[in-house]
């Protein structure tokens, strides 16, 4: 049962590894360092297989929306954990036409009690859904190491469920195509703690090695 602490990807190489992002579906590309998911009217994602848990652990990476793109309702970047229950997931919504930024658990596709945060590229240049102790955080970063919690709430019990998946998504009603990118995925940076290598609860260092939401 890997916690998703355990999936990490600096996406260096120039290649898609189609093991650990087995589930990806769009034209989904690895270029210049940076995860690049098409933001179009077609639905693309970097996907997951779906064997994780969340329960003491996280998804973490930094973002860079597309732009808007004359796009008229949304341009979106999403980091979402999905669950096996259409509808049901939890994460995090960028939209580059309204400038917000959703953090949400949705259950049927909705969450009334979701917090909207006005967008800054600066300080929420990272993003990160973390679990521990029936906590469920939604935090973000300006540069992956000084976290801040955004929201916060008792965890859904689809946290522990061990078939979740996480996608990097982009989306657009119309506009311009344009893509949005991904970077360091669960890789540490100076003084940034992630869960370990675990197959039990817990946290500990991790070393590096090398609103609407549309997923559901």
Known sequence: MPAFGMLRDDFDDASRDVVLWSGSYGDVVEEAGLARVPCSTAFSAYQSASVYTLADSQVACRVVPPAAGGATVEALAELLVITSTGGTDGGFSLNAVTGQLSLASRSGYFDGAAVVLTYSPTDHAWLRLREAAGVLYWETSPDGTAWTVGRSSESPAWVADTNLSVIMAGHRNNGTDDYA??????????????????????????????STLSGG
């Open 181 to 210: 990118e991904f970077d360091s995925f669960n890789i540490a940076r100076a003084g940034f703690v992630a869960p370990s290598d675990r197959q039990a609860a817990g946290l500990g260092p991790l070393v590096r090695t090398g």
